[in-house]
C-alpha cells in the first residue's frame, strides 16, 4: 500500500473519500459460490446424512407392552402426562408453565389444541374393532356407561398390577377387581401391534392427514420414544438440543439455549422451558441491540482483534 | 410537465439510494484487504446451496430421501449446506462484532444480520422437524414444551407435520431471502465501515 | 441422470458417522465430538482469515 494521505481516523458515517482499491465483487461472490457447492457436494459424499427410522406404536407396543399398557392405562385415567398438560392441549386448573410469579403466557392463552386423552387415545380407536367384535363392543360399552369411580377404580387397579409386573397372573385370579379394562387393553396392545393404532391416531374424518398430533402427543407421553433418545444424547440434560444422531454434528448454535438447562435453578426447575424461553428472548433482543448496548459495543476497542484485520491499513496510515 | 408518476418517483428514490456504481462497485476503500471479509459472500453462497438442494427435493416430494440414494445424496447436501451457512455466518459475524461494524449508522445493517441470524435457526428447526424420521418425532415432543411455555405452540404446533412442512418450505426461507437482500442492500448504501 | 443415483450409492457415507455416538464428558459439560470438532474449526479459521495475508491491489502496489 502507498504511503498516501490515510485518514488516521475516518468518519465512519461519511462515505470513504480516501483510496480505493480494486475489488471484483461478482468474481468473489462466484468464487464463492463454486468453493462452498463443491466444499458441500465433498461433504455429502464423504459422510452422507443421518436417517433413524422413526418409531411407530407398532413398535413401541411389541418392545415394551408393558410401558405401552402402563400409558394406555394412564391416559384413561386423566393421569398421563397430555392429561395433566393443561393448555393448549387440556383443560387443566393452574396448569402451565410460569415465567415469574404468577404469570403465564401458556395459561392466558389457554386450550387452542384441545385433546380429550381417553377418547383419542383408547376409547376412539378401539370404537373401530369393536364394529366386528361383540366382546369388545360389550367392554366398551360398561366402561363408557360407568361412574367416573368405577372408571379410576378399574384403571388404578389394572395400573397397580402393571406395575407389579405380572397382570394376566393378577387379573386371572380377581377379575372383577379389573372390570373391563383387560379386555378393553388387550385389544388395544393387540390393534397396535398390528399397526391400526398408528393409523388411527393420524385418521380423522377427513381423507387427507397431515397433522401427527395425536400420534406424537401418545408417543412421547410413553418411556420407549425417551429410552431411544437418551441412548443418542438427545435429553434436554444431555445437551441434547445441541446433538444430532451417532456422530453427526448437530446444531452448535443452539448452544447458549441449552446451556440453562444443564444449571441450577432451571435443570429442577418445573419452570424451566418457561424461564428459559424468556432469557433467551431477552438475549436474543440484546443481541440484536449490541450497537446500542454500552459495555457491550465497547468490547471491539478493548479486545483489539481489529488491529490484526486492518493491520496493513494502520502501517500505511502511520507513514511505516 | 405532468405529475410525477408512481413508477418514476420509485425509480428516483431506487436511484438516488442506490446508483449503479453504489450497488456493483469494482473498488473498494484500501482498507478491505482481510480474508475475514469474504465471509459474508461465502454464507450467501451456502444459502444459495441450500436453497437449490431443497429445490431438488421438493421436485420429488419430503419422503423421496427415504427410499432413493440419489435422494439421500441431496438431502445430504442440503444437511452440509445448512452445516456451511451456520459455520460461515458466525464467523462472519464474529469479524463484524470485532470491527464494531455497527458505527456510522449501520445498526440497521447489525440489526438484520442478527434477525437474518434468528430466523435462520427457526428455518433450520422446522427442517428438522420435517425430515419425517426419529430425529422429527424427538425434536418435536421436545419443542412443543418449550414453545407451549411461551405461549407459541398453540398458534405454532410442531407436531403438525403439514403446517411445518409449509413454514420450512415457504415462510421462512421468504423470510431469510429477504433480510438477507436487506442486509446486502444495506451494505452497499452505507459501505463497509472503516477502520476503528 | 441413471448414473447419478448408482454414483451417489457409491459415495453413500465413505466415512460413516452413524453408529456409537462419541461425546466428551467433563461434570456437567457434555459435548459430541462431532460439534466440538465443528467448533474448534470454526475458531481456527476465524484465526486464519485474520492472520493469512490478503491479495493486495497488484495496480495500487
Known amino acids: 500500500m502507498n504511503a498516501v494521505a490515510y485518514p488516521r481516523h475516518a468518519d465512519p458515517a461519511l462515505e470513504w473519500t480516501g483510496p480505493k482499491r480494486r475489488y471484483d465483487l461478482v468474481k468473489e461472490a462466484t468464487i464463492a459460490l463454486v468453493a462452498v457447492t463443491l466444499l458441500t457436494v465433498l461433504l455429502a459424499a464423504l459422510f452422507s446424512s443421518p436417517d433413524v427410522k422413526p418409531v411407530t406404536v407398532a413398535q413401541w407396543a411389541s418392545a415394551s407392552p408393558n410401558d405401552f399398557l402402563s400409558t394406555a392405562v394412564s391416559e384413561l385415567d386423566g393421569t398421563s402426562g397430555v392429561a395433566t398438560y393443561g393448555p393448549p392441549y387440556t383443560h387443566v386448573a393452574g396448569a402451565g408453565q410460569n415465567i415469574l410469579g404468577g404469570v403465564s403466557i401458556e395459561r392466558a392463552l389457554g386450550v387452542q389444541l384441545p385433546i380429550d386423552p381417553a377418547r383419542a387415545f383408547v376409547l376412539d380407536p378401539l370404537s373401530i374393532p369393536a364394529r366386528t367384535t361383540p366382546l369388545l363392543a360389550r367392554a366398551l360399552a360398561v366402561y363408557e356407561h360407568a361412574p367416573r369411580a368405577q372408571q379410576h377404580a378399574w384403571t388404578h387397579a389394572f395400573a397397580a398390577a402393571l406395575a407389579k409386573g405380572n397382570v394376566v397372573e393378577r387379573v386371572r385370579r380377581q377379575p372383577r377387581l379389573y372390570g373391563p379394562l383387560p379386555v378393553l387393553m388387550g385389544e388395544l396392545l393387540a390393534m397396535a401391534r398390528s399397526g391400526g393404532l398408528d393409523g388411527a391416531l393420524v385418521s380423522t374424518d377427513r381423507f387427507y392427514q397431515t397433522n401427527f398430533t395425536k400420534a406424537l402427543l401418545f408417543l412421547s407421553d410413553g418411556s420407549y420414544l425417551e429410552s431411544l433418545a437418551e441412548r443418542e444424547h438427545l435429553l434436554g440434560s444431555q445437551w441434547g438440543m445441541m446433538n444430532e444422531t451417532g456422530n453427526y454434528p448437530g446444531q452448535a448454535w443452539l448452544w447458549l439455549y441449552t446451556f440453562w438447562y444443564q444449571i441450577p435453578p432451571f435443570s429442577t426447575s418445573d419452570n424451566a422451558d418457561a424461564q428459559i424461553w424468556a432469557i433467551m428472548a431477552v438475549l436474543s433482543l440484546a443481541f440484536v441491540c449490541v450497537p446500542f448496548i454500552p459495555g457491550v459495543r465497547a468490547i471491539p476497542r478493548l479486545v483489539p482483534v481489529y488491529r490484526l484485520i486492518w493491520r496493513d491499513y494502520y502501517r500505511a496510515a502511520s507513514g511505516r | 410537465m405532468s405529475a410525477p408518476t408512481w413508477t418514476g418517483r420509485v425509480r428516483a428514490r431506487g436511484l438516488a439510494a442506490f446508483p449503479p456504481e453504489r450497488l456493483l462497485p469494482d473498488t473498494q476503500p484500501a482498507y478491505v484487504g482481510s480474508w475475514i471479509y469474504v465471509f459474508g459472500a461465502l454464507t450467501l453462497g451456502a444459502f444459495l446451496v441450500v436453497l437449490a438442494s431443497g429445490a431438488v427435493i421438493a421436485l420429488a416430494g419430503p419422503a423421496w430421501w427415504h427410499t432413493s440414494s440419489a435422494g439421500r445424496f441431496f438431502n445430504s447436501i442440503h444437511l452440509w449446506g445448512t452445516e456451511l451457512f451456520f459455520f460461515f455466518m458466525v464467523v462472519h459475524l464474529w469479524g463484524k462484532f470485532f470491527m464494531a461494524a455497527w458505527r456510522g449508522r449501520r445498526a440497521l445493517t447489525w440489526a438484520t444480520g442478527a434477525v437474518s441470524f434468528l430466523v435462520s435457526i427457526a428455518t433450520a428447526f422446522t427442517g428438522y422437524l420435517t425430515q419425517q424420521n426419529f430425529d422429527s418425532q424427538w425434536i418435536g415432543a421436545q419443542a412443543k414444551d418449550g414453545l407451549n411455555a411461551a405461549g407459541i405452540g398453540a398458534f405454532f404446533n410442531v407436531l403438525n407435520y403439514g403446517q411445518m412442512l409449509l413454514w420450512h418450505v415457504v415462510l421462512l426461507p421468504l423470510a431469510v431471502a429477504l433480510l438477507i437482500g436487506g442486509h446486502i442492500l444495506l451494505v452497499r448504501r452505507r459501505g463497509v465501515v472503516p477502520p476503528l | ?61
Open chain 3, 1 to 61: 441422470m441413471t448414473a447419478l443415483p448408482s454414483l451417489a450409492g457409491l459415495l453413500a457415507a465413505v466415512v460413516p458417522l452413524d453408529g456409537r455416538p462419541r461425546y466428551v464428558h467433563s461434570g456437567w459439560f457434555l459435548i459430541s465430538v462431532a460439534n466440538l470438532v465443528v467448533i474448534v474449526a470454526m475458531l481456527v479459521v476465524f484465526a486464519l482469515a485474520i492472520l493469512l495475508p490478503f491479495p493486495r491491489d497488484r495496480e495500487q502496489g
